[in-house]
């Protein structure tokens, strides 16, 4: 049906209605019947009358004024049950799940009014649900990285309209596969079995569900997916050319050359189709650092490097200075947050005798970014000092090599040939050494072992180690394990089996392996203590909305507060001692983790994400005419062809007319009874 | 004043406030009777007025001997007379005095009341008539302070006139009824259609000290009307449709301040005093203090 009229009434009624007007006339004019009022003297009253005489036509026009309104209000009325509307395709189906991107290209302003490529698309879902039919029935999707089911299937548009009112835009990446699942959830009800009849039945009926995919399409081709009863459409929102600068990478990293210092490292990326230039700032903790300015190239990047000196801790922001002429039109990716932290924090206690193969390992210059160790006799093992030492927690790990102390310490610790003084440890190991023991296997996916090609590593002798309940074996050998895990309270023991530079039986010092001269020995060094000390350098920086955040905080605290960069508070109970991980990243900037007043770590999430910052649709070329089109989305192995993204919808006149009506009644109704006023 | 005090048109209140004021008339006029009052006539009283040669028949009481002692010569010293004054009230008691709360002629008997006991307690000469009253129908005449019973009674038998008198010819029957000279009070609405000035002529010409006190109603300065409506005139029947709207009412508001002010500009011309009432004014305020302004009362 489309015409501009939408008849809602069947001949009788407008039969009905159509007298109506008539009837007003006859009673208006039955009506005109004045009622009497004695006065004093009509001889003041004759004379304004006279005058009013004057104008006459204007006076005739007044007294049929009601009439008039009456008859506009008939007519309104009459207009409004013709529904006229301008046309657009109407719905068809009978559910309908509206999938509405919210991820962080989502909030471009692509036009001039400010509104929000989200706003957009809230506009548009609003404009459908205005057009459900009683018997359809509709539900809300948003998504970004997190699909989010903001309203179920309701046929009531009231809970729809306030599901996209609530609707805000996130910083998050776009993830289109998890809320297509989500969707088929709701669309494609599995066979369900009755419990007590055994049978195999539908919960629901098989239902064809329309699915309106309300997006920029900045996600790649969703595979292995089935739409199954979903029935998908694409309408794009956005436009072809990305008018928009993006800091597209921060780091900081310590100075190569000279290793006090630390510097920043700023990439900045122009989705524009001119070259641009701009201003890249650098605050820390709010002041002014340093500035530089980069020329990049359309579709390019250019980066600066900004020495900083001497600064050491601090949260680190870049900033965008966008030119004046150049309307950016996403906002949010023109800063970067970073935290610079002093990043050997790690402390590690060495206790050897001497072995050098180790020491040269553990001294490397990225070992030195990792942690600081340092190195002792196992003499010191005797003293009360270092019994007292090894009780607080001033180390994250402590190497053992070829000795033990009396007591565990509280630290992680690292055994080399020898066994902790635990029972745990000493009544599985046999106390014998083996010889010559081939390794057979070893766990790749443990980070301790990451990357590490142990095959061609021969050992003269070892100590089996034999993990209590709760390790696990790290290297197999053909004699047994070699090295394994174990934790202990919220520690964790780690044993080598094989000494590196053991005492051979004459008593002088030898490799017992060769595998201080393979590649995997230093890997395997800086994995401990990346595993043990470093832990969470890239965590700090490299956290992407809307995903998890593991932390490693000391202390003993169960509760910790964190706060978001808007000023938010949320308190995260520590599920593991020692161990921190928070959801609640939908936000960009700098969070701080908080016990107390004291602010204990903080950590930065960034966009940082090429996808998100190149606004502009993606477009191909269309074969027969040669109009950019924007590019269809792959879903498995169905291509879903873009809509015409000015895709019109039917707006109603219908409801303006009736309150037009309803207004013109009022007037009419305050004119009937104030007549004194017009 | 027992008996004033028993009446609705005068109260106590009122009275007390009326025994201090005296009618005032800026013309000298010839009395009838003894008053207190100066008259154009010479006569006896304390206040000496002139001296005139004696001629045979005057009263040797008058004569000043201590100027006959002097100059030889018989002069007779001549002192004002002090008489009455004729104070007359004509109330209009047509039907369309007969409206508004209170009603117009209520409040114009009021006003004739209190304004006759202001004359009474003066020991002037005081008659109350309506203008329906023929050439021959004449009100009485009152005097002194014990008439202010008769006055009352006299006032308040005062009914609307069932038989339309036009205001020319009340006016014009009251001159020919009493050719006395004196003060004039007209209460009237003036609405009449022919047209006040005819009437006021007659005064003029009668030379009276004429005061002419407009009365209004509430509802005639502000109606408070609404709808289409038929105005039927209480004494002739005449009608009007009006369609009450703002700007009928804005009209009908200059229509009435244009007739007020042509009745008055028509009165100041004359020399005849003009006054609008409204009838929410009390009586009170309006003799004590209004009319006080403009000279009726002192």
Redesign the interface.
């Known amino acids: 049906m489309d015409t501009l009229f939408r008849n809602s009434l069947g001949p009788t009624s407008w039969i009905v209605l159509g007298m109506i007007p008539p009837a007003i006339f006859a009673l208006y004019f039955l009506k005109l019947k004045r009622q009497p009022l004695e006065v004093p003297s009509t001889y003041l009253w004759h004379k304004v009358i006279e005058d009013l005489h004057v104008n006459s036509l204007w006076q005739r026009l007044r007294k049929s004024l009601l009439l008039l309104l009456q008859l506009l209000m008939v007519a309104l009325a009459m207009l409004a049950l013709l529904r006229p509307g301008w046309q657009g395709p109407s719905l068809r189906g009978q559910r309908f799940i509206f999938l509405i991107d919210k991820s962080a290209s989502m909030s471009t302003t692509d036009t001039a009014d400010g509104a929000t490529r989200l706003d957009q698309a809230k506009q548009r879902v609003d404009a459908l649900v205005d057009q459900l039919e009683s018997d359809m029935s509709a539900m809300i999707i948003t998504f970004a990285k997190q699909p989010d089911v903001v309203q179920e299937f309701t046929n009531n548009k009231r809970l729809l309209r306030e599901a996209l009112a609530r609707i805000e835009p996130s910083a998050g990446q776009t993830d289109l596969r998890g809320a297509l699942e989500l969707a088929d959830g709701f669309a494609n009800p599995d066979r369900v079995m009755n419990e007590e009849g055994d049978q195999d039945f539908e919960v629901t009926t098989q239902q064809d569900v329309e699915l309106y995919i309300f997006s920029d399409g900045r996600f790649p081709s969703v595979e292995n997916f089935s739409l199954g009863n979903l029935r998908p459409l694409f309408l794009p929102i956005g436009l072809f050319e990305g008018q928009n600068l993006a800091i597209t990478a921060f780091n900081t990293r310590r100075n190569e050359e000279r290793p006090e210092s630390q510097q920043t490292f700023v990439q900045v990326s122009n989705f524009a189709a001119q070259q641009q230039t701009a201003v890249v700032e650098l605050q820390l903790d709010g002041r002014l650092l340093d500035a530089t300015e980069l020329t990049i190239p359309p579709g390019g990047t250019a980066s600066a490097t900004f020495h900083l000196g001497g600064e050491n801790e601090g949260a680190l922001r870049a900033q965008l200075d966008i030119p004046a002429d150049f309307s950016d039109r996403l906002a949010l990716d023109n800063q970067a947050f970073a935290v610079l932290t002093e990043r050997s924090d790690g402390r590690v206690l060495l206790v050897t005798p001497g072995n050098r193969a180790l020491e040269s390992a553990l001294s490397t210059e990225r070992a030195n970014r990792l942690a600081k160790v340092e190195k002792v006799s196992p003499d010191l093992l005797e003293k009360a000092e270092f019994e007292a030492q090894s009780q607080t927690e001033i180390y994250d790990l402590i190497i053992f090599d070829q000795c033990a102390p009396k007591t565990m310490p509280q630290a992680h610790t690292l055994f080399i040939g020898r066994l902790p003084p635990l029972e745990d440890w000493q009544k599985i190991a046999a106390a014998e050494p083996v010889f010559a023991p081939q390794i057979i296997d070893w766990q790749r996916s443990h980070p301790l072992l990451g990357l590490l090609e142990l095959g061609n590593v021969q050992i003269a002798d070892s100590l089996l180690s034999r993990p209590p309940l709760g390790g696990r074996i790290l290297i197999d050998s053909t004699e047994g394990p070699l090295l394994s895990i174990a934790p202990r309270d919220r520690y964790e023991d780690a044993v080598l089996g094989f000494e590196i530079l053991g005492t051979a039986a004459d008593g002088t010092r030898t490799f017992n392996t060769d595998w201080p001269r393979k590649h995997s020995f230093p890997s395997f060094w800086l994995n401990v203590l990346e595993y043990f000390a470093g832990g969470e350098g890239a965590s700090l920086t490299h956290n992407r909305p809307d995903r998890l955040v593991e932390l490693r905080v000391t202390g003993s605290a169960q509760e910790l507060e964190i706060v978001l960069p808007d000023g938010q508070q949320r308190r995260v109970a520590l599920d593991q001692p020692g161990r921190l991980t928070f959801h609640d990243t939908g936000q960009l900037g700098i969070y701080q983790v908080r016990e107390g007043s004291q602010v204990k770590k903080q950590f930065a999430v960034n966009l940082f994400d090429r996808e998100e910052s190149d606004i502009g649709l993606r477009s191909r070329q269309d074969s027969e005419d040669g109009l950019k089109v924007v590019d269809s989305l792959s879903i498995g192995y169905v291509d879903v062809a873009a809509q015409s993204p000015t895709m019109r919808v039917r707006r109603e006149l219908w409801k303006p007319l009736l309150i037009g009506a309803l207004a013109v009644l009022m007037v009419e109704w305050y004119i009937y009874n104030r007549r004194v006023y017009i | 004043m027992p008996t004033a005090s028993e009446s609705k048109l005068l109260t106590p209140e009122l009275l007390n406030q009326l025994e201090r004021l005296e009618l005032v008339t800026r013309k000298v006029f010839r009395g009838r009777m003894k008053g207190e009052r100066r008259s154009k006539r010479k006569g006896q009283s304390v206040e000496f007025a002139d001296f005139r040669n004696y001629v045979a028949g005057d009263d040797l009481r008058l004569l000043d001997w201590n100027l006959y002692a002097r100059l030889d010569k018989l002069i007779v010293k001549l002192f004002l007379e002090e008489e009455d004054l004729h104070f007359y009230t004509l109330i209009d008691a047509s039907l ?2 007969d ?2 709360s209170p009603t ?1 002629l209520e409040y114009a008997k009021q006003l004739a009341a209190a304004l006759g006991f202001v004359g009474l307690i003066r020991t002037d000469r005081v008659r109350i008539e309506t203008l329906g009253q023929g050439v021959s129908e004449r009100g009485p005449i009152l005097r002194g302070r014990h008439s202010v019973w008769r006055m009352l009674e006299h006032v308040e038998a005062i009914q609307p006139d069932e038989k339309p008198v036009t205001l020319s010819e009340g006016v014009k029957n009251f001159c020919l009824r009493n050719a006395g000279r004196g003060v004039v009070v007209l209460i009237s ?1 003036l ?3 022919a047209g006040y000035e005819h009437a006021l002529r007659y005064f003029v010409s009668h030379q009276v000290d004429c005061f002419v006190i407009h009365v209004l ?1 509430q ?2 300065l502000e109606p408070d ?11 002739d029947q ?12 804005s ?2 508001r200059q ?2 301040n244009s ?1 007020v002010a042509g009745a008055q500009d028509f009165c100041g011309r004359r020399g005849i005093h003009y006054f609008l009432a409204n009838n929410q004014l009390p009586v009170q305020e309006l003799v004590a203090q209004h009319l006080r302004r403009r000279g009726l009362v002192r």
């Open positions: 369309s005095m409206f508004g117009k609405d609405m009449d259609k109603s509802e005639e009307v609404k709808g289409d409506l038929k105005l039927v005139d209480c004494e005449d009608e009007a449709e009006i369609t009450v709207s703002a700007p009928l009412l009209r009908y229509t009435l007739f």
